[in-house]
């Protein structure tokens, strides 16, 4: 119980695992964010995704967001799983818990984690659909400490 986990994985995403990894007794909250597979992208109809990573440097970027999180928020431990290799409608892409404390300060963190994942962690996503397929690039969200 209690320790950071950053992975790249092709199996399926357990949501209680992750979770059992980031939990101890000094954290009251634990906040967590699941990227779930739809089946659509804007009006165009999904079948499934495909995602590739470069693991090593995609695991290595994961724990430098981990190291932002603790700096910045101070949260005790840290879960960042994503999955590589065909996804069906409605299986988890991305999860990420974050333990601290406090609420406040998991859920701004959580935020913050997804929001930095996609912008600085070498994962990419194909599309794929009855109009075809496409290789998608990631939102550039920025946190703004909302």
Same mark, same amino acid.
């Given at each position: 119980?209690?320790?950071? /986990?950053?992975? %790249?994985?092709?199996?399926? %995403? !357990?949501?209680? &695992?992750?979770?059992?990894?980031?939990?101890?007794?000094?954290?009251?909250?634990?906040?967590?964010?699941?990227?779930?597979? *739809?089946?659509?992208? =804007?009006?165009?109809?999904?079948?499934?995704?495909?995602?590739?990573?470069?693991?090593?440097? $995609?695991?290595?970027?994961?724990?430098?967001?981990?190291?932002?999180?603790?700096? *910045?928020? =101070?949260?005790? &431990?840290? =879960?960042?799983?994503?999955? /590589?290799?065909?996804?069906?409608? =409605?299986? %988890?892409?991305?999860?990420?818990?974050?333990?601290?404390?406090?609420?406040?300060?998991?859920? $701004?963190?959580?935020?913050?984690?997804? &929001?930095?994942?996609?912008? %600085?962690?070498?994962?990419?996503?194909?599309?794929?659909?009855?109009?075809?397929?496409?290789?998608? !690039?990631?939102?550039?969200?920025?946190?703004?400490?909302?």
């Amino acid at each position: 119980m209690g320790a950071d /986990v950053f992975k %790249i994985t092709e199996d399926p %995403i !357990e949501p209680s &695992d992750l979770f059992a990894d980031v939990v101890r007794d000094e954290n009251g909250a634990v906040a967590t964010f699941a990227g779930v597979v *739809r089946n659509h992208s =804007g009006d165009k109809q999904t079948e499934y995704l495909v995602y590739e990573a470069y693991p090593a440097m $995609a695991e290595r970027k994961m724990a430098e967001i981990g190291k932002e999180l603790k700096a *910045r928020w =101070g949260v005790v &431990d840290i =879960g960042m799983i994503h999955r /590589v290799g065909k996804l069906e409608i =409605g299986e %988890i892409s991305v999860l990420i818990a974050v333990a601290s404390p406090h609420r406040a300060e998991a859920l $701004a963190a959580c935020q913050y984690a997804i &929001d930095r994942l996609k912008q %600085i962690v070498p994962i990419w996503k194909k599309e794929v659909g009855v109009e075809g397929e496409s290789w998608v !690039e990631g939102p550039q969200a920025a946190y703004e400490g909302r």
